[in-house]
Nanobody, 125 residues
């Protein structure tokens, strides 16, 4: 059965770094757009970074711009989220997803076909 497997979450002090990984099982990332989402306690899930299938276009929300980097390694069939200078407000469960990008009145979204199981990231102050 095709699915995504996440790894790399954990506890880190403010200012520290973590890298989340997401591996595809039973399918390949080729031709898929990929993205990372997060959900903090009591909050709705939000998209934080998207990468187009051709890897030419990256989308980042303002709160992580300059600190987070999304990437994809087709040879390893994996995607990553490098997170630097982490802040307590980055504490959340992080999810990877793959699917198709949609553009609705200049609002870009990922229509996800697969989701990872989630990885807890906790940033202490």
């Amino acid at each position: 059965e095709a699915h995504l497997v996440e790894s790399g979450g954990g506890l880190v002090q403010a200012g520290g770094s973590l890298t989340l990984s997401c591996a595809a099982v039973g399918f390949t990332f080729e031709n898929y757009a990929v993205g990372w989402f997060r959900q903090a306690p009591g909050e709705e899930r939000e998209g934080i970074s998207l990468l187009s299938s051709d890897e030419d276009t990256t989308y980042l929300i303002n709160s992580v711009r300059g600190r987070f980097t999304i990437s994809k390694d087709s040879a390893k069939n994996a995607m990553y989220l490098q997170m630097n200078n982490l802040k307590p407000e980055d504490t959340a469960v992080y999810y990877c997803a793959v699917g198709e990008l949609t553009d609705d009145n200049d609002v870009v979204r990922l229509d996800a076909e697969y989701w990872g199981q989630g990885a807890q990231v906790t940033v202490s102050s």
